[in-house]
């Protein structure tokens, strides 16, 4: 007959083996790069406009270099949320496409690399979150190429947002049905 401790004993053995394995760590690797963040201000950027409303927030310059040489390794990109909203009172806005453009302080646009995307805003497809009817606002998250070296150099003085929409005319029309009770 086996006695109940030494199957104890051998769980305990084994168990305190296993630990003894997970407690083994490899070398720590030291991150050699680092993301460099400028921001943009002033924070909120509203531009009034009719029937589209817009305002840009939270808008900052996101890049990747190498910390010992300070080398950019991945292109600077433009992050941020831009607010939408119809302050039209008669008619929808169906969003097509947006791009944004950069303005140096000689009123001239500063291109993206040739290596880089152009700064597109996509406002996703045919479905309903694109469409904004009377006082309907929609956030949309901001993600582009930005100029490299733009940000070390603050060579940007605006930044140019162009949305292009088709507005909908909403109509209301009243119908008269003649009727005979029987």
Known sequence: MRKPWGVAAFV??????????????????????ETR????????????????????GDLKVLETVEKATGKVIRAPRLKGTLKLENVGT???????????AYIGGDGKVIPVGADQEK????????SSSESLGPGQK??????????????????VKHIRV????????HKTQNFEIPVKMQ
């Open 12 to 33: 305990s053995l084994v168990a305190g083996l296993a630990l003894v394995g997970c407690g083994q760590q490899g070398p720590v690797e030291v991150s050699k790069e």
């Open 37 to 56: 963040t400028t921001n943009i201000e002033p924070n909120k950027i509203p531009v009034a406009g009719a029937p589209l409303r817009v305002e840009a």
């Open 90 to 100: 008669d008619q929808t806005l169906r969003l097509i496409r947006g791009e944004v």
């Open 119 to 126: 700064p597109a805003l996509r406002f996703g497809g045919y």
């Open 138 to 155: 929609n956030d949309q998250s901001i993600d582009v190429a930005y100029p490299a070296g733009a940000a070390a150099a603050k060579s």
């Open 162 to 169: 162009h949305v292009t929409y088709v507005s909908s005319p």
